[in-house]
């Protein structure tokens, strides 16, 4: 499991991220100063860091010089401080990204993603909602959801396929095989077990009248 490292001493930005990134299935560490920051850092020898600026004990500049002079470890700076020569400064002390406050969560993770070379292709988000193909895990708000095997079957032929209408007689092939011997209720049955499973999340799936479902990011 790939690991984050947050410097920031704005502990409620702080734990948003950490709620907001926990779904990537990373595993994170926060500091409030730069001091403490440090510390964590060379026990936790992680693979990413997200780096604020103005820290107490020691600022972000000191932080990111010392880390540099350690490691090659990727580390983006999140500041308030917009400037051209605070953000030309931070890359030449060696930052590799400078993103600026407020900034868009979205955008922060998907320079995350790049940095860390998650495989987006093996793990799907949508807002508070996580499944890992790899892991064969759902997670919601970041709570582990347990799903049967036809359940993560259904899920992961919905996510591969989304957008589409899926016919019942499909689903049934799919999940069931094409040797089976239910009928059409049986996928029914089985979506009704899944939307319950996904909880606030149960609109995902929608019923295509005369067909079946389809599975859309509402």
């Known amino acids: 499991m790939k690991r984050l490292l947050i410097i920031e001493d704005e502990k409620e930005l702080a734990l948003t ?14 500091a409030l100063d730069g001091k403490s920051g440090i510390e964590i850092f060379e026990e936790f020898k992680p693979d990413l860091v997200l780096l604020d600026i103005n820290l107490p004990l020691k600022n972000g500049w000191e932080v990111c010089e010392y880390i540099r002079g350690k490691s090659e470890v990727p580390i983006i700076m999140m500041t308030a401080r917009d400037s051209e020569l605070d953000e030309i400064h931070g890359l030449e002390i060696g930052a590799d990204d400078y993103i600026i406050k407020p900034f868009s969560i979205n955008v922060l993770s998907t320079k995350i993603k790049k940095y860390l070379k998650l495989n987006n292709q093996n793990i799907y988000f949508y807002k508070e909602l996580m499944y890992s193909f790899k892991d064969e895990m759902l997670k919601i708000d970041n709570e582990r959801i347990n799903l049967s095997t036809r359940e993560k079957n259904l899920l992961e032929y919905f996510i591969k396929n989304k957008n589409k209408p899926l016919s019942r007689e499909n689903i049934l092939l799919e999940i069931w095989g094409i040797d089976n011997e239910f009928d059409e209720r049986a996928s029914d049955t089985l979506v009704k077990r899944l939307r319950k499973k996904l909880n606030k999340f149960e609109s995902l799936i929608g019923t295509v009248r005369g067909v079946g479902y389809i599975f859309e990011e509402r």
């Open 17 to 30: 991220l950490e709620s907001h990134f926990f779904n990537m299935d990373i595993e994170i560490k926060i």
